[in-house]
């Protein structure tokens, strides 16, 4: 079990423009066995400004897992996971593609830039919840993380 959970709630990030997704999120993590505290951004730039601590995000915590969409306005999720891959002090922070493509060509891409994982949004709620909670049990509980300090 990952030590971190004992400790203090977990960190999540969630950068994804559609509403109704981060609410469908939010509920499904409410419901979770791990006790977490989430975050939003809207679009890519805001993600990178939460993961940097840049103006408004100054106090921000260090997420233990992203969950990072797509498709968004102004910086899509591809520039995002290319800019935290390369950089050292964001690297080791886990990355799940949550996003409606089925595209393999997207799906290549995302591993290419070292995505963690890749997971297609189901429509379905009730499986959109058990897909949330699959994903931090496994992330959030079972794998061991390096630490921020590491």
Not at 42 to 61: C, N, Q, S, V, W
Not at 126 to 133: A, D, G, I, P, Y
Request: hydrophobic content about 40%.
């Amino acid at each position: 079990m990952n030590s971190q959970v004992a400790e203090r709630p977990m960190e999540i990030l969630l950068v994804d423009d559609n509403p109704g997704d981060v609410r469908l999120t939010a509920e499904a993590l409410k419901d979770g066995k791990v006790e977490n505290k989430l975050h939003t951004a809207k679009d890519g730039m805001e993600a990178i400004a939460f993961l940097r601590r840049k103006g408004r995000y100054t106090d921000a915590p260090r997420p233990d897992l992203i969950l990072l969409d797509l498709n968004m306005p102004r910086m899509n999720g591809r520039q995002v996971l290319a800019e935290i891959k390369e950089d050292s002090a964001l690297r080791h922070i886990p990355v799940v593609i949550l996003t409606g493509s089925r595209e393999m060509d997207d799906i290549v891409n995302m591993y290419d830039l070292h995505a963690n994982c890749y997971v297609t949004k189901p429509i379905d709620f009730e499986q959109f919840t058990m897909m949330v909670k699959s994903i931090t049990d496994f992330w959030l509980t079972i794998v061991k993380l390096p630490s921020e300090a590491s």
